[in-house]
T-cell receptor, first 110, second 113 residues
Framework: DAKTTQPNSMESNEEEPVHLPCNHS???????IHWYRQLPSQGPEYVIH???SNVNNRMASLAIAEDRKSSTLILHRATLRDAAVYYC???????????FGQGTRLTINP | DAGITQSPRHKVTETGTPVTLRCHQT?????MYWYRQDPGHGLRLIHY???????DKGEVSDGYSVSRSKTEDFLLTLESATSSQTSVYFC????????????FGNGTRLTVT
């Protein structure tokens, strides 16, 4: 299983962009990179995933390094509602055992 | 939202009693997971299932057992509850493909007194 490294915490201001990094240097060539977030007192929710190319959806963008050993989740214009713990997790084909790291606790200042 | 229902949503029980938590899905997903989350901590995998009657241990499986007799239900049993098992328990489901996301239930808050 590929291990991930994320900063324990980050802080940003409302309406500013936020870049959340994740290192996954042992990722396999066919592993997708998934991101989840967990709002206070709620269950985790899926945010975005990608393989090689950068990806965009209504929630965020995902920038994947060319060597795939790291990725960055981008919140283009943070709101207070984006305050959450963000997790990245690689997933391979047929991977069954999905273990989460500690994630990054994002604080958004008004 | 993916069709995942966890029951009960809240439970208080006494040390030494058995407890069963249920996760029910209507998505026909092959994989199901049980995680626990303690205050201020991340998700820890307890057990997972990759098909009917196919289960395996996660990171923190001691004191827990699971069963999956049909696709839609994944049961987590605390054989003899201890105070250290006070936690919030999350169920998740997924397809097997690498690009398939996990969908989580709303959690069960268990208190062992």
């Amino acid at each position: 299983d590929a291990k991930t490294t994320q900063p324990n915490s980050m802080e940003s201001n409302e309406e500013e962009p936020v870049h959340l990094p994740c290192n996954h240097s042992t990722i396999s060539g066919t592993d997708y990179i998934h991101w989840y977030r967990q709002l206070p007192s709620q269950g985790p929710e899926y945010v975005i995933h990608g393989l090689t190319s950068n990806v965009n959806n209504r929630m965020a963008s995902l920038a994947i390094a060319e060597d795939r050993k790291s990725s960055t989740l981008i919140l283009h214009r943070a709101t207070l509602r984006d305050a959450a713990v963000y997790y990245c997790i690689p997933r391979g084909q047929g991977a069954q055992k999905l273990v989460f790291g500690q994630g990054t606790r994002l604080t958004i200042n008004p | 939202d993916a069709g995942i229902t966890q029951s009960p949503r809240h439970k208080v029980t006494e040390t030494g009693t058995p407890v069963t938590l249920r996760c029910h899905q209507t998505e026909n997903h092959r994989y199901m997971y049980w995680y626990r989350q303690d205050p201020g901590h991340g998700l820890r995998l307890i057990h997972y299932s990759y098909g009917v009657k196919d289960t395996d241990k996660g990171e923190v499986s001691d004191g827990y057992s699971v069963s999956r007799s049909k696709t839609e239900d994944f049961l987590l049993t605390l054989e003899s509850a201890t105070s250290s098992q006070t936690s919030v328990y999350f169920c998740a489901i997924s397809e097997s493909q690498a690009n398939s996301p996990l969908h989580f239930g709303n959690g069960t808050r268990l208190t062992v007194t």
